[in-house]
């Protein structure tokens, strides 16, 4: 007799495994396969030796060992709070208390992930309106359709964000009265998951403006994931969205040592309004206590020795080279292929490829399976839009990620991507546009 049903809540019910599942697993099964789908760091670069360094100098001291070895607290080791504010401030040009911060308003999370989970936790009720980029992290999206949340797009052009959409979307909102169920605007700002693209620095201020012009009925927060900051290749650094909320009131930022670092040392940071932090570590207590001590100890040691920022120049050095034989590649094998487009990113791991809209590079088109005939992946730009009020989502548009292939494999899997699109403008012509997986 089967048992009974499990008894899962609301929230479990709607929670789903990631949709590019799929195409990590294919990756795995398949030999010879070039990703560009996988969003993980390149490998030969991961600091082994610099960390176990680390661990080695830690562990050869009894205070420093037991330090790291035993429970933290819930907001983290306070010398690495401490470095995260200067590493901050000192990339925006700023002393903290020019705009009202301390390292009180530091979080140490587990990932950048993690923030990304507390917040909606200490904010969303059911039904609450969260504004995004179109398209946008698509994990993030998973996340807050789990947490009940409603998602409301604003497109994206070269500059990032389009400010007068969200501003149109923010008024219409205001008419409506929905605009007391908006919680929060999210951004990837900086060379952005999935379009590589970065919110042109005139915007920055003009977008806190927003937010603190439509708060009539409670503080719209803005919730600046600058994941990537730290990966950028050429041009100087832009300045936080967050350096032009100087009273910090309105801007949630967080970033994460997983892309110039490691990702296997899961440590990640956020700066915030003093009135969240409260709450947020409620939250986070109940999760964890803290995240692992260790791997804020290791991050410390290293940033203490330099070694961190020696070897964040080294992987920028990696990347900027990935990116540029990426590009590269695409000029070289797509110039003949009418009304195709593809993003020029100055940092982050990714290009994002606009095909002509007969193209169909869902999950459910042909694009997907010829790619994978030819050995190559990507991921489908579709998971990266939430879809209109009809269903409609692009179904043209294709997410590279250039970190993890190796630069042999680079030039060789736009080939192949080129040669799967040769496959489909052939059958398109027969008038056979075949169903995918
Ligand atoms: C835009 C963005 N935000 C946040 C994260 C989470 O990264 P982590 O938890 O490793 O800091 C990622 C991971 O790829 C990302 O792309």
């Not at 001291?61 to 690495?80: E, K, M, N, S, V």
């Not at 650094?237 to 032009?244: G, L």
């Not at 002509?356 to 994978?372: I, K």
Request: glycine share 10%; charged share 20%; net charge negative.
């Amino acid at each position: 007799m089967p048992s009974a049903p499990l008894p899962l809540s609301g929230r479990s019910l709607r929670t789903t495994d990631s949709p590019i599942s799929y195409f990590i697993q294919k990756a795995f099964e398949t030999p010879g396969l070039i990703s560009f789908a996988a969003g993980l760091v390149d490998e030969p670069s991961l600091p082994a030796a610099e960390v176990g360094a680390a661990v080695a100098a830690l562990m050869a001291d009894p205070a420093t060992a037991r330090a790291a070895l035993q429970y933290g607290t819930t907001r983290g080791y306070t010398p690495l709070r401490e470095k995260v504010l200067d590493l901050v401030c000192r990339a925006d040009g700023v002393a903290p208390g020019d705009v009202g911060l301390s390292v009180d308003d530091v979080i140490l999370t587990t990932g950048s992930q993690q923030l990304l989970y507390l917040l909606g936790e200490a904010l969303f009720d059911p039904g609450d309106i969260v504004i995004t980029e179109a398209p946008s992290y698509f994990v993030y999206h998973s996340l807050l359709v789990s947490q009940g949340a409603r998602v409301l797009t604003v497109p994206m052009d070269d500059g990032g964000m389009d400010l007068d959409a969200l501003e149109a979307l923010l008024d219409q909102l205001a008419r409506t009265g929905e605009i007391a169920r908006v919680k929060l605007i999210y951004t990837v700002d900086y060379y952005q998951n999935p379009t590589g693209l970065t919110l042109a620095e005139a915007r920055r201020p003009q977008l806190v403006e927003l937010a603190r012009r439509h708060s009539t009925r409670h503080r719209i927060l803005i919730l600046e994931d600058a994941a990537y900051r730290e990966l950028r290749y050429s041009g100087d650094d832009i300045t936080s969205i967050k350096r032009f909320d100087e009273g910090n009131e309105f801007v949630v930022y967080t970033s994460t040592f997983s892309k110039p670092c490691a990702p296997g040392l899961r440590t990640g940071y956020t700066l915030m309004p003093r009135d969240l932090v409260g709450p947020v570590l409620n939250l986070k207590g109940n999760h964890d206590f803290g995240s692992a001590a260790l791997g804020q100890h290791v991050l410390d040691q290293l940033m203490s020795t330099g070694t961190y920022h020696r070897h964040a120049e080294k992987v920028r050095g990696v990347y900027r080279e990935k990116c540029g034989l990426t590009l590269r590649a695409l000029e070289q094998e797509f110039a003949d292929f009418p009304g195709v487009k593809w993003t020029v990113p100055a940092g982050g791991l990714y290009v994002w490829l606009t095909f002509p809209p007969h193209v169909d590079t869902g999950p459910g088109g042909s694009l997907v399976p010829a790619a994978l005939a030819a050995g190559v992946l990507y991921v489908p730009g579709e998971f990266g839009h939430v879809p209109d009020e009809t269903g409609w989502v692009p179904r043209n548009e294709v997410r590279i990620c250039f970190a993890v292939a190796d630069p042999a494999q680079i030039p060789e899997g736009i080939r192949r991507l080129r040669q799967a699109c040769r496959g489909l403008e052939r059958s398109t012509a027969r008038g056979k546009m075949t169903a995918g997986v």
